[in-house]
C-alpha cells in the first residue's frame, strides 16, 4: 500500500514539474521517501518477527521439559502458566516468576515487547523435580499489545500495584485457597522483587526465595543512573514481611547489575531474612547449572 502510494505521487510529479531538472529533484526525493517507507516497514517486520521468535524460544523450553501451557485472566491482563508435575494436589508447590526481560532496547528506546529472550526463571523450574508453576507477567509472552497494555507496565510501572493485584489475581483463580497447601515463591532478578511484593497479598505463601533480585528499587536505578521507577512499589520502603514467611535471598559475588550494597536497606528492614552471597556467580551465571543444589535451601 504504501509504495503503491508513493509511486503514483512520482507520476503526479512527473507530470507537474516545469521542467526535466525540477521533475529530476522531485523524483529523486520520492525515491528516498521510497526507501525511508520500506526501512520502517521493514522494521516493524522485523519486531514482530522477534517477538514470536522469543515466544517460541520460551514454548520450545517448556515442550522439550514436558511442560503444560495455558493462557489465565488475572485482573484483566491475560497471563501465560506454565506448568509440570501434580500441581493442582500437590501440598508443597513452587511458583516462578520471570525477570524483568528486555523493557528497554537501550537508554531512551523502550521495547515492543520485553518478553526474556533467556527465560531463565523457566529454566530453573525444568530442574526443579518439585511440582510447579511458571506465572508470566502482564503484557509479556506476546500480549504487549493487548488492551489494557502499555509500555508503563513494563517500564517505570513494572513493579506497580496493577502488576501484582494481577499476578495475585490469577494465581488465586488457578489455585483455589487450600489452608494445606505450602506455597514457595521463587523470583529471578525483578521476578524477585515481584514475589516479595506478591507475598504480602497471597495467602498460603510459607517461603520467599529471590535469586538476584534488585530489592531496594531506589539504590539499584540511582546506581545505574537509570531513571527512578515512579509507579513501582519499592520492597526497601515498606514494612517487613510477616516473620511467618522464611525468607530467602540469594546474590552472586561476581554480579555487578545486583551487588549486595544495594539491597543492605531492603535487608536491614527484614533482620529475619536469610541472605547468601555466592561466590563465582553473577547476575545470569550460574544459577540454572547449580539450582538443584540451591533448592535445598526451599526444603
Known sequence: MISTRILLYIHIIKKRAVNKHSALILFSRSIIYWHIAAVIALCISGCASFATAKQSTTATIAAAHGMTRQITLGTHFNHVIYTHGDWATAS?????????GLPWISRDRIAADPTA????ALHLMAQDPHPALYIGRPCYDGFAQARDCTPWLWTHGRYSSEVVASLVSVIKRVLPYNPERRLTLIGYSGGGVLAVLIARELAGVKTVITLAA???LDAWTDQHGYS???GS???ATLTPLHSAIRQIHLFGKRDVNVTPLLVRRFLAQNPQAMHRLIAGFDHRCCWVEHWPT?????D
Open 92 to 100: 508443597v508447590l513452587h511458583i516462578y516468576l520471570e525477570g524483568d
Open 117 to 120: 529472550r533467556y527465560p531463565l
Open 214 to 216: 534488585n530489592l531496594d
Open 228 to 230: 527512578r521507577l515512579v
Open 233 to 235: 512499589i519499592n520492597p
Open 294 to 298: 540451591l533448592l535445598t535451601f526451599a
